[in-house]
């Protein structure tokens, strides 16, 4: 007996010596899809500036996107967070749509371009991605280089290329941009087609570029992201943005949004501040290839604008509307 | 009038003392694990039509059986390896048995998508042992069935040691005086442990059904990921996901009714070391390649942890781990101690009471094994909607939610745990302490804790590392900032450095060796019989 009280007086010990035991007087909480490697250095610089300690949600990789949003609608009646900081500008609508945004003009989007801000101040869109396709140097020699996403469903790449599971993470979007603008028909058609011509549906963005870069597929579709990772690991990638002679590819913003109701709106208001200043957008090109939205913002070396690139023209509102609609059909599709 | 009105309520709840206390266990068993579920049932009411229509559909149903054939495939592989490895070790001169079991024992306790994980830096085809082909098969069914059976077998393998240590000696002596080895094995003590290896069987496939993350990571669609897809999805349908849980309902209690049928209440018996100090039967001329077979074994599923170490020491991952670790290792150390000692105070109370046949403590031991079965993400859903209430928000917006989470899936663990030694514990202790006058409460403390002390804190090391692997429960409400180690591994696996994500992988692991082995030292001595 003696032993054991011993251990759990020991343990009890061990455990009161957790940091995370203590709070700070002021803290904000946030909910974020941005990938953890890139937006905990980012708060833990907020943290630094304005002693304001920042207690984050971030998304696993096979549920990206989805996972920290359906833990805001799942604690919608008793909000948590403070802040969403979404990975692209969709998410947003469905969390407006439950009425779960805060209008909020931040000071510090005063130069970002109207067309990426809402006019009621429910989002804010920043540090944007686009939708590119990752080829694999060694097995496709650049005269037969994919040019547009609808390679995918070429003969001539059969069973050679994939894409992320459409039900999780960006590749949500992009199906429900196709659907937005190519009509129903055609993008049912499309995805059938993927289908026949045996893509591979995988888990994650992140295993789309891992299959390139490992020579595993000729291409697949990912985010910049994961093509600038993947090039400035040495892999024998090439990013392809797709659709330059047609619709253009699609332009992913991040979105900051206020949580409505949530516990802590002053330091809450305080993050959104900090998320849309130029040095955020600076700090996402450097670090996660993420392509400013303000025109002086610097970037680094292979990076493009999204001025440089020509980009789908959706509405990005429909796009939200479509993805809950077809989530049935593409779990058919999906086969869960 | 008041004083005496208090003496008698008094005497009242003395008398009633053990249903007080059985009540106060079961209330922890089902505000964590039933109020939860229960409240998920109810979202299928208010989904309608669109809930029971998930049912109507064909594919939920062919996952359904695909993932029983892979739980099948799994079990038979696990059974295969592991009764006779129990029995090499248990009862054989095989040479470093201890140290053989405790290689192969390991990857047990750790998250099973990290030894997933470990398995692709091995095999995978940017591997250090990889190729197009071991690649292929790593993301096939086979691969999955390979992963998961080399996982699981040290359950078998473990159990079975057990129930062989614990064994009564005579038969077994009395079988060498006319037997050779190979007979005494197989025809005396592997059927006196086949209850044992029944439940051990019956654990694999529970584990295996339920298990969402390496199906996932190598690309096999399986049963639980059609009901995740209906949380982590972009429509979010808590009572579609609840309607897919039903089928599994009465696969578990399918189990439970087996297990008591099959095993009855031997099931419980697999406690005690006391046959590794007696003579171990001698292998002869079958030892050396006996040793090759069982050490090959237990360092294949060793060298998944080997790997993640070689990528993480390869690309300088231990040098940024200080950067990329937080408090994730405290966070996951704290909450694990503090659910295990609630899970073993539960288990003190409910598995003596499941032990004794004590009304009601079955009831609740059933409960328990459905959280236990049920897919962690649907559980994770209903914690949510019962604990996040202004009322309760100081539990759930704080590290108290990975207690109550923990505690609701591994409740099964202490109730097991406890009531395995309880059966083996004489009865007439606690019959003379009660004729002597003692109450329940006084029983429980004075006579039956001490008497099974042993049991408990083994229930209880065996919860803190099961609340130390726990990633799929974890992940759906870990409280801000207080993510516990595993999340942080699958968190930062999202773009983040692979040599720093193996690098906290190898943290985890040699966290839960340390725990292990603290536990093992602290763990209450065996009096001399």
Same mark, same amino acid.
């Given at each position: 007996?003696?032993?054991?009280?011993?251990?759990?007086?020991?343990?009890a010990?061990?455990?009161?010596?957790?940091?995370?035991?203590?709070?700070?007087?002021?803290?904000?909480?946030?909910?974020?899809?941005?990938?953890?490697?890139?937006?905990?250095?980012?708060?833990?610089?907020?943290e630094?500036?304005?002693?304001?300690?920042?207690?984050?949600?971030?998304?696993?990789?096979?549920?990206?996107?989805?996972?920290?949003?359906?833990?805001?609608?799942?604690?919608?009646?008793?909000?948590?967070?403070?802040?969403?900081?979404?990975?692209?500008?969709?998410?947003?609508?469905?969390?407006?749509?439950?009425?779960?945004?805060?209008?909020?003009?931040?000071?510090?989007?005063?130069?970002?371009?109207?067309?990426?801000?809402?006019?009621?101040?429910?989002?804010?869109?920043?540090?944007?991605?686009?939708r590119?396709?990752?080829?694999?140097?060694?097995?496709v020699?650049?005269?037969?280089?994919?040019?547009?996403?609808?390679?995918?469903?070429?003969?001539?790449?059969?069973?050679?290329?994939?894409?992320?599971?459409?039900?999780?993470?960006?590749?949500?979007?992009?199906?429900?941009?196709?659907?937005?603008?190519?009509?129903?028909?055609?993008?049912r058609?499309?995805?059938?087609d993927?289908?026949?011509?045996?893509?591979?549906?995988?888990?994650?963005?992140?295993?789309?570029?891992r299959?390139?870069?490992?020579s595993?597929?000729?291409?697949?579709?990912?985010?910049?992201?994961?093509?600038?990772?993947?090039?400035?690991?040495?892999?024998?990638?090439?990013?392809?943005?797709?659709?330059?002679?047609?619709?253009?590819?699609?332009?992913?913003?991040?979105?900051?949004?206020?949580?409505?109701g949530?516990p802590?709106?002053?330091?809450?208001?305080?993050?959104v501040?900090?998320?849309?200043?130029?040095?955020?957008?600076?700090?996402m090109?450097?670090?996660?290839?993420?392509?400013?939205?303000?025109?002086?913002?610097?970037?680094?070396?292979?990076?493009?604008?999204?001025?440089?690139?020509?980009?789908?023209?959706?509405?990005?509102?429909?796009?939200?509307?479509?993805?809950?609609?077809?989530?049935?059909?593409?779990?058919?599709?999906?086969?869960? | 009038?008041?004083?005496?009105?208090?003496?008698?309520?008094?005497?009242?709840?003395?008398?009633? *003392?053990?249903?007080?206390?059985?009540?106060?266990?079961?209330?922890?068993?089902?505000?964590?694990?039933?109020?939860?579920?229960?409240?998920?049932?109810?979202?299928?009411?208010?989904?309608?039509?669109?809930?029971?229509?998930?049912?109507?559909?064909?594919?939920?149903?062919?996952?359904?059986?695909?993932?029983?054939?892979?739980?099948?495939?799994?079990?038979?592989?696990?059974?295969?390896?592991?009764?006779?490895?129990?029995?090499?070790?248990? &009862?054989?001169?095989?040479?470093?048995?201890?140290?053989?079991?405790?290689?192969?024992?390991?990857?047990?306790?750790?998250?099973?998508f990290?030894?997933?994980?470990?398995?692709?830096?091995?095999?995978?085809?940017?591997?250090?042992?990889?190729?197009?082909?071991?690649?292929?098969?790593l993301?096939? *069914?086979?691969?999955?069935?390979?992963?998961?059976?080399?996982?699981?077998?040290?359950?078998?393998?473990?159990?079975?040691?057990?129930?062989?240590?614990?064994?009564?000696?005579?038969?077994?002596?009395?079988?060498?005086?006319?037997?050779g080895?190979?007979?005494?094995?197989?025809?005396?003590?592997?059927?006196?442990?086949?209850p044992?290896?029944?439940?051990?069987?019956?654990?694999?496939?529970?584990?295996?059904?339920?298990?969402?993350?390496?199906?996932?990571?190598?690309?096999?669609d399986?049963?639980?990921?059609?009901v995740?897809?209906?949380?982590?999805?972009?429509?979010?349908?808590?009572?579609? @996901?609840?309607?897919?849980?039903?089928?599994?309902?009465?696969?578990?209690?399918?189990?439970?009714?087996?297990?008591?049928?099959?095993?009855?209440?031997?099931?419980?018996?697999?406690?005690?070391?006391?046959?590794?100090?007696?003579?171990?039967?001698?292998?002869?001329?079958?030892?050396p390649?006996?040793?090759?077979?069982?050490?090959?074994?237990?360092?294949?599923?060793?060298?998944?942890?080997?790997?993640?170490?070689?990528?993480?020491?390869?690309?300088?991952?231990?040098?940024?781990?200080?950067?990329?670790?937080? *408090?994730?290792?405290?966070?996951?150390?704290?909450?694990?101690?503090?659910?295990?000692?609630?899970?073993?105070?539960?288990?003190?109370?409910?598995?003596?009471?499941?032990?004794?046949?004590?009304?009601?403590?079955?009831?609740?031991?059933?409960?328990?094994?459905?959280?236990?079965?049920?897919?962690?993400?649907?559980?994770?859903?209903?914690?949510?909607?019962?604990?996040?209430?202004?009322?309760?928000?100081?539990?759930? @917006?704080?590290?108290?939610?990975?207690?109550?989470?923990?505690?609701?899936?591994?409740?099964?663990?202490?109730?097991?745990?406890?009531?395995?030694?309880?059966?083996?514990?004489?009865?007439?202790?606690?019959?003379a302490?009660?004729?002597?006058?003692?109450?329940?409460? &006084? &029983?429980?403390?004075?006579?039956?804790?001490?008497?099974?002390?042993?049991?408990?804190?083994?229930?209880?090391?065996?919860?803190?590392?099961?609340?130390?692997?726990?990633?799929?429960?974890?992940v759906?409400?870990?409280?801000?900032?207080?993510?516990?180690?595993?999340? &942080?591994?699958?968190?930062?696996?999202?773009?983040?450095?692979?040599?720093?994500?193996?690098?906290?992988?190898? @943290?985890?692991?040699?966290?839960?060796?340390?725990?292990?082995?603290?536990?093992?030292?602290?763990?209450?001595?065996?009096?001399?019989?």
């Open positions: 007996m003696e032993r054991l009280g011993s251990s759990i007086v020991f343990l010990a061990l455990v009161s010596l957790n940091p995370s035991c203590k709070r700070t007087a002021q803290e904000v909480v946030v909910y974020t899809s941005v990938d953890q490697v890139f937006s905990e250095p980012i708060f833990k610089e907020f630094r500036r304005s002693g304001i300690a920042v207690r984050a949600v971030f998304d696993t990789e096979e549920t990206k996107s989805t996972g920290v949003l359906n833990r805001l609608i799942a604690e919608a009646e008793h909000p948590q967070a403070d802040v969403f900081w979404a990975n692209d500008p969709v998410r947003p609508f469905l969390l407006g749509k439950r009425g779960l945004a805060e209008p909020y003009v931040s000071p510090s989007a005063s130069d970002i371009p109207a067309a990426f801000r809402a006019a009621d101040g429910t989002w804010t869109d920043f540090a944007a991605r686009a590119v396709l990752l080829v694999n140097k060694k097995r020699s650049p005269g037969e280089m994919p040019l547009s996403i609808r390679d995918l469903a070429s003969p001539r790449w059969k069973g050679q290329t994939a894409v992320a599971n459409p039900l999780f993470g960006t590749t949500t979007m992009h199906v429900a941009a196709l659907f937005t603008t190519w009509g129903e028909e055609q993008a058609a499309f995805l059938t993927l289908k026949s011509n045996h893509v591979r549906i995988v888990s994650s963005n992140g295993e789309v570029k299959l390139v870069a490992t595993e597929i000729a291409f697949g579709l990912a985010d910049t992201d994961d093509g600038f990772e993947a090039v400035k690991e040495g892999a024998p990638v090439a990013v392809v943005y797709p659709d330059q002679e047609g619709m253009g590819a699609l332009v992913m913003p991040t979105s900051a949004v206020l949580v409505k949530g802590h709106p002053e330091t809450g208001r305080k993050l501040d900090y998320l849309l200043t130029p040095d955020v957008e600076r700090r090109a450097d670090s996660a290839a993420h392509m400013p939205l303000r025109p002086g913002v610097p970037v680094p070396q292979g990076l493009k604008r999204v001025s440089d690139i020509k980009a789908m023209q959706v509405d990005y509102a429909r796009v939200a509307d479509d993805m809950e609609r077809i989530q049935p059909w593409l779990r058919q599709w999906v086969g869960l | 009038m008041a004083e005496a009105v208090g003496r008698a309520l008094k005497r009242a709840l003395l008398r009633r *003392q053990q249903m007080l206390v059985l009540a106060a266990a079961g209330a922890i068993v089902l505000l964590t694990s039933a109020v939860p579920l229960a409240r998920l049932l109810s979202e299928i009411f208010d989904a309608g039509a669109a809930a029971l229509g998930v049912l109507s559909a064909v594919r939920p149903w062919l996952l359904l059986i695909r993932s029983v054939m892979l739980a099948a495939a799994v079990t038979a592989c696990a059974v295969a390896i592991g009764a006779p490895l129990g029995l090499l070790i248990a &009862r054989t001169d095989l040479p470093g048995r201890r140290a053989l079991w405790m290689l192969h024992a390991f990857p047990m306790f750790l998250p099973p990290l030894l997933a994980l470990g398995w692709f830096q091995l095999v995978g085809r940017e591997g250090f042992l990889g190729s197009e082909v071991t690649d292929r098969l993301f096939s *069914q086979v691969g999955l069935v390979a992963v998961l059976s080399l996982t699981f077998s040290p359950v078998v393998t473990s159990m079975v040691a057990l129930a062989l240590l614990g064994m009564d000696a005579s038969l077994e002596e009395a079988a060498r005086v006319f037997a080895p190979w007979r005494v094995g197989t025809r005396i003590l592997l059927p006196a442990a086949r044992t290896l029944a439940l051990a069987a019956i654990v694999v496939f529970a584990l295996t059904i339920s298990e969402l993350g390496v199906p996932m990571f190598l690309r096999v399986v049963f639980p990921a059609a995740f897809a209906r949380l982590g999805g972009i429509q979010y349908a808590p009572g579609e @996901a609840f309607a897919l849980v039903l089928p599994l309902m009465p696969l578990a209690l399918g189990l439970l009714l087996l297990e008591r049928r099959l095993v009855g209440a031997g099931s419980f018996a697999v406690a005690g070391l006391r046959g590794m100090s007696r003579a171990p039967i001698p292998l002869g001329n079958w030892r390649a006996l040793a090759t077979a069982s050490w090959s074994v237990a360092v294949a599923g060793a060298l998944p942890l080997v790997a993640l170490a070689l990528r993480a020491a390869r690309g300088g991952g231990f040098g940024n781990l200080p950067q990329w670790i937080g *408090q994730a290792p405290w966070t996951s150390l704290g909450t694990a101690v503090i659910a295990a000692t609630a899970i073993a105070a539960v288990g003190l109370v409910l598995g003596h009471g499941a032990a004794r046949g004590v009304r009601g403590a079955s009831l609740l031991d059933a409960m328990a094994v459905l959280a236990f079965v049920t897919p962690a993400p649907v559980l994770g859903v209903g914690l949510i909607a019962v604990w996040n209430r202004p009322a309760t928000r100081a539990l759930y @917006a704080s590290a108290a939610i990975l207690v109550i989470g923990y505690t609701a899936r591994y409740a099964v663990v202490g109730i097991r745990a406890v009531a395995s030694v309880v059966l083996q514990s004489a009865v007439h202790l606690e019959e302490a009660a004729a002597a006058g003692a109450r329940f409460w &006084r &029983r429980l403390i004075r006579i039956i804790l001490p008497v099974n002390l042993r049991g408990v804190a083994a229930g209880w090391l065996l919860a803190v590392v099961f609340c130390l692997r726990d990633f799929e429960t974890a759906l409400y870990y409280p801000p900032g207080g993510e516990p180690l595993p999340v &942080r591994i699958f968190t930062l696996e999202a773009n983040g450095p692979p040599p720093v994500v193996a690098a906290l992988a190898v @943290a985890h692991a040699l966290m839960t060796a340390l725990v292990l082995v603290a536990g093992v030292l602290l763990l209450p001595r065996r009096s001399p019989e």
